[in-house]
């Protein structure tokens, strides 16, 4: 393979310098002409003696890339060998081609699920997925009722959401995140037995006590 290119040295320079622009031009002259005629030689006693020392460069880096061109073409060689070999053994043995081709398949969609299932539940997800919740909106009397008749409980819409309203929709000293799962600890409520009131406690006294007695 014929080199298309070839390297100009910044140590050249010096011997540039040294010469008038006839000369200089007729030693480029016969630096470009030799990348293709390897017979090239300067009339020029001076010149020649110049280009002698910078042909033996083009020479050396010739010897190059030469050598690292049969290096890449040895490499394709083998490679394409390799390729050739592994073909003609699947060609020949298709069945034990098909058992690891199956078995590599199903190990490469059992760890795709393993991966999805891990990035599912990891701690980083299950944050996103809280930050992705839609921010708290108290219920109205109807969503309320509609819910209490789904769960077929006993919750007084319009008691619920009066009493959560009244407490500004907190649980304790916490903003409610949930009010449907606060109907469903009501609906626990109900089905114990209710605490005693205590002398001199108001109703709306009485009605807390039942509600966040049992730890709400």
């Not at 010469?19 to 990348?35: F, M, R």
């Amino acid at each position: 393979m014929s080199k298309k290119s070839f390297v100009m040295y910044s140590s050249w320079i010096p011997l540039f310098e040294g010469l008038d622009n006839e000369k200089a031009g007729e030693l480029i002259k016969a630096i470009c002409s030799y990348q293709n005629d390897p017979t090239v030689e300067p009339t020029d006693p001076v010149i020649g003696a110049i280009f002698s020392m910078i042909k033996a460069v083009m020479d050396e880096d010739r010897a190059k890339y030469e050598a690292r061109c049969q290096k890449n073409a040895e490499s394709v060689k083998a490679r394409w060998d390799k390729d050739t070999d592994d073909s003609e053994r699947i060609q020949t043995n298709t069945n034990v081609y098909e058992r690891i081709k199956t078995n590599c398949d199903n190990d490469n969609d059992n760890d795709n699920e393993n991966d999805n299932d891990n990035v599912k539940d990891s701690p980083t997800e299950k944050k996103k997925e809280r930050g992705r919740r839609a921010p708290f909106t108290p219920p109205t009397v109807d969503e309320v009722a509609d819910y209490c008749r789904e769960r077929g409980n006993n919750v007084d819409p319009e008691t619920f959401v009066d009493f959560y309203a009244s407490k500004g929709w907190k649980v304790g000293n916490n903003p409610m995140k949930d009010w449907r799962a606060s109907v469903r600890t009501w609906e626990k409520r109900d089905r114990a037995a209710p605490p005693r009131s205590s002398p001199g406690m108001d109703a709306n006294e009485y009605l807390e006590s039942i509600i966040t007695g049992g730890g709400l």
